[in-house]
């Protein structure tokens, strides 16, 4: 199915932009754009957290907005917190309960960014939701992403660092009566695999690193007092981001489109399939249940079927000018894109 914009100009022309792709296999199933709203920066990741939306928002910091209705959505705040930087992921654990006060009961926003002087940013929110500028800083070099994994009632951060590798910290927090206080504690020595990391996810298991051209690293967790490269597997293209769901992984896998890869053993991970829609460079990927959100650059978002991870089913199609990083709830992909800001995307009505 192709799809066209429409756009006005001020001169006696008219432009029609391809906004799709032409040869995709019948599905039944299509899905098209719900609503978007542009950002001050270029947008690069983003995480749900209730009625909001944050956004790591490259040169201008964090993005809010509000999605409670996601036909609709719309900026409510941006905190740009330093002149140069390059907010490139982002985290809020809505689990465990990092919360800033007894009376907010909001959890602290942990962003990652690739340039700053604060590479490792730990916000917290007041009272509307809006990020606050008092952060605490993690010192790293550059880092392009990070997670969060909860092991025994305690949060534990995993930030891909590309100069430092894989660095490993435990937050923990003190409540006093007017405030709470967040303090970072890192835990062991930087793990270096032999390629920049480019993106992390992981179980309370198993952390897995994307890793470039190299692929993908395996990160023994079972034992926090004893950390440890498990396994590890090649991929048809450049590992930038990954997700995860049961023992599989879904990589976004550069121009080599959507890898998977069972980790079921971790010593020894195998590889499962790869597709390769044709178009764009994959750098962004999001599972919400039996779908995959893959951001493909000038290839848009592609959305497949993972029911059954062994033969996903590619559904549908949508080109933006340059995306980024998706992340998805239950209904919808908040696609992240470099002109567009942020895109909502879900099945036709």
């Known amino acids: 199915m192709k799809r066209y914009l429409l756009i006005a100009s001020l001169f006696p022309l008219v432009f029609l932009i391809n906004c799709g792709k032409e040869s995709l296999p019948p599905s039944g199933l299509e899905f098209d754009i719900k609503s978007q709203a542009t950002t001050r920066g270029h947008a690069q990741d983003a995480f749900v957290s209730g ?37 490139r992921a982002i985290f809020i654990d809505s689990t465990y309960g990092l919360y800033m006060d007894e009376r907010t009961k909001l959890p602290w926003v942990f962003l990652a960014d690739w340039r700053s002087e604060y590479p490792m940013i730990m916000l917290r929110l007041d009272e509307t939701g809006l990020p606050l500028f008092s952060p605490m800083v ?25 100069d ?30 032999p390629s920049p990391l480019s993106g992390v996810c992981g179980t309370d298991e198993v952390v897995l690193l994307a890793c470039g051209v190299v692929g993908v690293f395996l990160v023994d967790i079972s034992n ?34 959507l890898s998977v890869i069972d980790f079921s053993n971790p010593d020894a991970p195998s590889f499962v399939t ?76």
């Open 224 to 257: 926090m007092d004893s950390i440890h490269f498990s396994g590890d597997i090649d991929t048809p293209g450049e590992a930038e981001k990954l997700d995860i769901t049961g023992n599989y992984c879904y990589i976004a896998d550069g121009y080599e489109g």
């Open 274 to 349: 790869n597709i390769d829609p044709g178009y764009g460079y994959a750098q962004g990927i999001a599972i919400s249940g039996d779908y995959a959100y893959l951001a493909a650059g000038s290839g848009g978002i592609y959305i497949f079927d993972i029911s059954n991870p062994e033969t996903p089913d590619l559904l549908d199609n949508i080109i933006t000018p340059y995306a980024y990083g998706v992340t998805a709830d239950e209904e919808y992909a908040y696609l992240c894109d470099r002109d567009w800001g942020v895109v909502v995307v879900g099945v036709e009505n």
């Open 51 to 87: 009625d909001y939306l944050y956004v790591a928002d490259g040169e201008a910091g964090i993005t809010t907005m509000d999605i409670s209705n996601p036909e609709s959505i719309f900026v409510v705040g941006n905190l740009d917190y330093v002149e140069q930087d390059d907010a």
């Open 164 to 193: 430092d590798g894989l660095l490993i910290a435990n937050p923990t927090f003190e409540i006093t009566a007017s405030y709470t206080y967040l303090y970072i504690n890192q835990i062991g020595e930087a793990m270096h695999p």
């Open 138 to 162: 993690f010192w790293a070099n550059r880092c392009s992403d990070v997670t969060g994994v909860t092991i025994r009632d305690s949060l534990y951060l995993f930030i891909a660092d590309e």
